[in-house]
């Protein structure tokens, strides 16, 4: 990276690929070509976490809402994480499928915060939102390793963490309490989950016309909640 332009965080750097993640998150996936649109990211204003937390605490919950809104934000483009949800979902899944993850999400964020107080004199929160992404930067690129903040390896292991589980949470299936009222696939003109497609739904969606069905990939026969609850690891119920 050079050093004589500083990097703008974009929303088109974070939401390429996304629609890959929403495929391998769902059977008879459709991705259509133009998924992605670019646009700078704009600062939406903070408000709590989820109220009902499984698994982090609520001053945990509440710097990552702030990060994950910052990485994804609420924009021209249309709704970011925090309309997704996308705490709720690493939430949930630190008590589960990403459960190892838990003690970095717990390091990691205390690390974090400490690193904002040390270089910038302020909690995350308090921030501008140009030193927010200066925040973020100096951990994506490793440069918040070895400040004394007490990172585990390098701070940029814990920055691709949270951008990637956001990620998931933005564009992966509702069912998993995430993409929050189809938010994340709406944004990328992904379609649904179709167990079957037509040509003429091939052809729909190659004109960018074929609409959203708005369905979990567990509204269909060919999966079940209780399925899912019981790939999970938890007893089977639907829910």
């Known amino acids: 990276m050079s050093d004589d332009k500083p990097r703008v965080i974009t929303r088109r750097d974070l939401l390429r690929g996304a629609g890959a993640v929403a495929a ?3 059977p008879g996936a459709l991705v259509p070509g133009n998924a992605v649109a670019g646009a700078e990211v704009s600062q939406a204003p903070a408000t709590g976490a989820p109220a009902a937390l499984e698994t982090l605490t609520a001053q945990e ?5 702030l990060i994950a809104t910052r990485l994804i934000p609420s924009d021209a483009l249309g709704p970011g994480a ?13 008590g589960g499928a990403l ?3 838990r003690d970095a999400y717990r390091s990691g964020l205390a690390a974090f915060d400490r690193y904002c107080r040390m270089s910038r004199g302020k909690a ?3 921030l501008t939102p140009i ?3 200066s925040v973020l930067i100096d951990v994506e690129t490793g440069a918040a390793t070895g400040s004394g903040a007490g990172f585990t390896g390098s701070s940029a292991q814990f920055f691709t963490m949270v951008l990637n589980h956001t990620r998931q949470g933005m564009f992966g299936d509702p069912y998993y309490g995430g993409n929050a009222n189809f938010v994340g696939w709406d944004l990328i003109g992904y379609p649904g989950v179709r167990t079957q497609v037509t040509a003429a ?5 190659e004109r960018n016309q074929l609409k959203p069905n708005h369905r979990s990939a567990y509204d269909t026969e060919m999966f079940n909640k209780a399925t899912a609850s019981a790939d999970r690891g938890g007893e089977p119920h639907a829910d």
Not at 61 to 65: E, F, N, Y
Not at 201 to 205: E, G, I, S, V
Request: no cysteine.
């Open 24 to 26: 391998a998150a769902v």
């Open 61 to 65: 919950a509440d710097l990552l809402d």
């Open 82 to 94: 925090r309309e997704a949800k996308v705490v709720r979902y690493i939430d949930r899944a630190l």
């Open 99 to 101: 459960a190892g993850s």
């Open 124 to 126: 995350f929160g308090e």
């Open 131 to 133: 030193d927010r992404d």
């Open 201 to 205: 739904d091939q052809q729909a969606l």
